[in-house]
């Protein structure tokens, strides 16, 4: 019995039975973007299949946005249990699915679809992903916290941002080059920030701000936790996510980045004292959440967090 091709395409989704008539358990679990061989979701789910008893093989789907419809109508008719969404899928994927999840429907995006009696159900495992990350990396709720989002214009800074407002944080302050994304999402937000007991309304706690020095000095003494939801800090070249003598050390710094698995950012957060934590934990979690969608059963995290080496 062979192991899974590293990568399959829509040509072998249309003809999966042929394609996987090698495996030696049912392909019916993928990850599904463009590209996606650096994808590590089989490196967590596989672990997990295996620990949970499942007979199912979980591989990588290579597809091209002008394949995403077809190779949605090619997962009903190949049985598939569901998948999980990656880059560039997650908002053409939530235009397609046949219902979501109220966390789906406002962050705009969905990563994980459970396949249920053909129907495709959206939801997004990334917010409470990161929820569940921060509160293992910190022992800190995000409901109790004053958090700064870097990169409140992309996809994950937006399911950062809802999970925040949706939690009720203490304050959320948006940070985004292109400042009027972070304006927008402000807006969108402040209904969710209103919550009873809070002694002040939403337009002291709910903050849009452009990346500038200048700018996040001006609000960073009142933030407890800074995400950074960029890309910046996978290259050795790239800019300072958050001024380092901006940092002291009550912040706490969660990266989303997890390669390289110790960034620039948790570097010159550790270096002044702060806590860090990379975004390995995230990924985990939202696999976790994914799993339990699939599956309506506990994950086995242990074997997904050895899986992934953490
Ligand atoms: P995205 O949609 O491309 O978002 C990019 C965001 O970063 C935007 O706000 C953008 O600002 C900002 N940005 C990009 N390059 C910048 C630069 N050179 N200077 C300043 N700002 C810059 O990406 P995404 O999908 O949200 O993902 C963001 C990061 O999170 C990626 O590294 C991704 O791998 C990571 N991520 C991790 C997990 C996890 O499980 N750990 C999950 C999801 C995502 P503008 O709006 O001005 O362009």
């Not at 090619?74 to 966390?103: C, Q, S, W, Y």
Request: charged share 25%; net charge negative; hydrophobic share 45%.
């Amino acid at each position: 019995m062979a192991e899974p091709k590293d990568v399959y395409t829509i040509q072998d989704l249309r003809n999966w039975t042929a394609a996987t008539a090698d495996l030696e358990a049912p392909a019916r679990l993928a990850v599904l973007g463009d590209p996606v061989a650096h994808s590590r979701s089989p490196q967590m789910h596989q672990p997990a299949l295996l620990a949970a008893g499942i007979a199912c093989r979980y591989v990588r789907l290579h597809i091209a946005p002008e394949d995403l419809r077809e190779a949605l109508d090619r997962l009903r008719e190949a049985d598939f249990i569901g998948v999980n969404v990656t880059i560039p899928h997650k908002n053409a994927v939530f235009e397609a699915v046949d219902d979501m999840t109220d966390v789906a429907r406002r962050i705009g995006a969905v990563n994980t679809v459970v396949l249920d009696d053909g129907q495709l159900v959206g939801h997004n495992t990334d917010a409470p992903g990161l929820r569940r990350a921060v509160r293992e990396a910190f022992s800190m709720d995000l409901t109790d916290l004053r958090i700064m989002i870097v990169g409140a214009g992309g996809g994950a800074g937006k399911a950062a941002a809802v999970q925040c407002a949706m939690d009720h944080c203490e304050r959320l302050v948006l940070v985004n080059r292109t400042v009027a994304k972070a304006e927008a999402l402000a807006e969108e937000l402040r209904d969710l920030m209103n919550a009873p007991g809070r002694l002040e309304g939403p337009a002291n706690r709910l903050v849009a701000i452009p990346w500038e020095e200048r700018a996040m000095e001006r609000e960073i003494d009142q933030i407890d936790l800074i995400i950074n939801a960029t890309p910046m800090g996978m290259k050795r070249s790239d800019p300072e996510v958050v001024p380092q003598r901006l940092i002291d050390p009550s912040h706490l710094v969660y990266d989303m980045v997890y390669s390289p698995a110790r960034t620039r950012l948790m570097a010159n957060a550790e270096a002044e004292g702060a806590k860090a934590a990379n975004g390995l934990g995230m990924l985990l979690w939202q696999g976790v959440f994914a799993f339990e969608f699939w599956f309506n059963r506990e994950a086995p995290v242990e074997a997904m967090r050895s899986g992934l080496g953490t």
